[in-house]
């Protein structure tokens, strides 16, 4: 079964995101390096790594804002660095990001924000919109934060409602761009929880950039670790969590003393 | 030698680039103004932060204007004797060549400023990547609407500020100078013509399209960070105000070619 514009809908475990040795470089900088995998649907992946290991940069991919220099990033069956604009925005309406720092449009208020891709891509009623608004807020445990200005809100909560704008449309990818990062510990168990409980409810394919490790083995059912932009591990939480590598012993233990170098 | 040479090579072809870049920027908001419905909306809006929001200081600068030309009119003439001739100078100026000019540099000031900097800072603050991933093309959204908003709102402005100008100049003349109330308004009447206002919307109209290209492009291709967001806006009044200066000579070139002055 497929909507108007030929998206169908995918099975759990059925991969909805294959990358083929996708390459990016930025001047003599290579941020990612022959990168394969499949991220499967109905599952929460999180790739974790160090900082400036390329990790925004692959998210950028999946979402079209980047093109590679080399490789390919199936996306729902597309192609994203061969769509022709049209076809990119009609690929990002199944797409949510949320934004490490929320990117929400501070000349708008919370309600405006949120409501934003629903009043562009939809023909919903007022009332409609306005009930889908106060139903996503809840989800992210902002309920009647409606008419509040973005500028009013804290760090936390501006996440949150970055994360209630990617989740209006209700589409089947889910992206997440550092949920946690510089936020306080109370606040990055509730957005861990957070998407755990939306995985629970929503039953969506959710890719998560991070590198909080405890959240990771929390959320992840599939983990890839990059470092320097190669994909160091990728697989099963448990298989990555326990494996032997050097690299990963370092990293997931946070010690300085290893072959990883901190950037 | 050579390597002020090599400089002023790299400074050209910098140029050079930036002014192919600006191109590429206003054919695709051409094109996508003529692919898409606008949004009214967002038009509205624009409208009124141009042109509500530069009125008053367009209608402030041109009063002072309008004041300044009329006494140096008036001191230039009395040389010749010919004093009792300053609305002559004062329809002339104003309306040929100072209204449309100031309203263009202080639209160009203010909304320009304004433009550059709400888009370098979406830019920078990820907004526009945020608009782009919600599938909502920024050229529709932020571009479009302004380029539309601007070529209506400065003709506009232009003739509300050649009407102070005129209003402020006629004021100084007659009431400071003491110039005789009906020569002063015979001489307006006798020097404009609708033509000159229509020839100022004109000008206004152009000096529109390079304000909102220039602006929209510099904030729209900010570089990052807080020190992005004020380079972008600081080009892009500096210049938005030297491109106004050389394409209004132009214009006025263009226009009136001497032809109106030898027709006085």
């Not at chain 1, 959710?206 to 320097?228: C, N, P, R």
């Not at chain 1, 990963?248 to 990883?260: A, D, H, I, S």
């Not at chain 2, 002063?184 to 404009?192: A, F, G, H, P, S």
Request: aromatic share 8%.
């Amino acid at each position: 079964m497929t909507d108007t514009n030929g998206f169908r809908a995918y099975e759990k475990d059925e991969p909805i995101v294959q990358v083929r040795n996708l390459s990016k470089s930025f001047g003599s900088l290579r941020v990612l390096k022959d990168m394969t995998c499949d991220i499967l649907a109905g599952h929460t992946t999180v790739f974790l790594g160090p900082s400036g290991t390329g990790k925004s940069v692959f998210i950028k991919h999946i979402v079209g804002l980047l093109k590679p220099d080399a490789g390919e990033l199936m996306v729902m069956g597309r192609n994203v660095p061969t769509l022709k604009e049209g076809e990119l925005y009609q690929l990002r309406k199944h797409l949510g990001l949320a934004f490490q720092l929320g990117a929400l449009f501070d000349s708008l208020n919370v309600f405006d924000n949120v409501s934003f891709p629903l009043v562009h891509h939809t023909n919903m009623r007022r009332k409609n919109v306005e009930a889908r608004v106060a139903e996503v807020l809840e989800l992210v445990g902002l309920p009647g934060t409606e008419h509040k200005l973005t500028t009013e809100l804290s760090t936390g909560e501006q996440k949150r409602v970055g994360l209630a704008r990617a989740l209006s449309m209700n589409p089947p990818i889910v992206l997440f761009d550092e949920p946690t990062t510089g936020l306080d510990p109370i606040l990055c168990t509730t957005i861990d929880e957070l998407i755990l409980k939306l995985k629970t409810e929503l039953g969506r394919t959710f890719i998560v950039i991070s590198h909080d490790i405890e959240g990771t083995w929390k959320m992840a059912d599939y983990v890839g670790v990059l470092y320097q932009g190669k994909l160091l591990k990728y697989g099963k939480n448990e298989d990555v969590r326990h494996g032997d590598d050097i690299f990963l012993k370092q990293f997931f233990g946070r010690t300085e003393n290893g072959p990883m170098i901190g950037v | 030698m050579l390597r002020v040479v090599e400089a002023m090579g790299r400074g050209v072809g910098g140029m050079l680039s930036e002014v192919g870049a600006i191109g590429l920027f206003v054919i695709k908001t051409i094109s996508v103004a003529l692919t898409t419905l606008p949004n009214l909306r967002r038009f509205a809006d624009e409208c009124y932060s141009i042109g509500i929001q530069s009125l008053f200081v367009v209608c402030s600068v041109g009063a002072f204007i309008g004041m300044s030309t009329a006494l140096v009119g008036f001191a230039t003439l009395q040389d010749l004797g010919a004093q009792n001739l300053v609305g002559i100078f004062i329809g002339i100026a104003t309306v040929r060549e100072l209204g449309p000019a100031v309203a263009a540099f202080m639209v160009a000031a203010k909304a320009g400023s304004g433009m550059a900097a709400h888009i370098a800072t979406m830019r920078v603050k990820e907004q526009i990547d945020a608009m782009e991933v919600q599938a909502v093309n920024p050229f529709w959204y932020l571009i479009v609407p302004r380029f539309l908003a601007i070529m209506v709102v400065l003709p506009i402005l232009v003739i509300w500020n050649d009407f102070f100008m005129l209003g402020t100049g006629y004021l100084i003349a007659v009431l400071q100078l003491k110039v005789n109330r009906g020569a002063v308004m015979q001489n307006l009447l006798d020097t404009i013509s609708t033509d000159d206002f229509t020839k100022g919307m004109i000008k206004g109209w152009v000096l529109a399209v390079f304000i909102v290209s220039i602006c929209t492009y510099k904030g729209y291709t900010c570089e990052p960070g807080a020190l992005g967001v004020g380079k972008a806006t600081n080009q892009a009044v500096v210049y938005c105000i030297a491109i106004l200066i050389i394409i209004n000579f132009f214009l006025s070139e263009w226009l009136y070619g001497g032809i109106g002055l030898r027709g006085m």
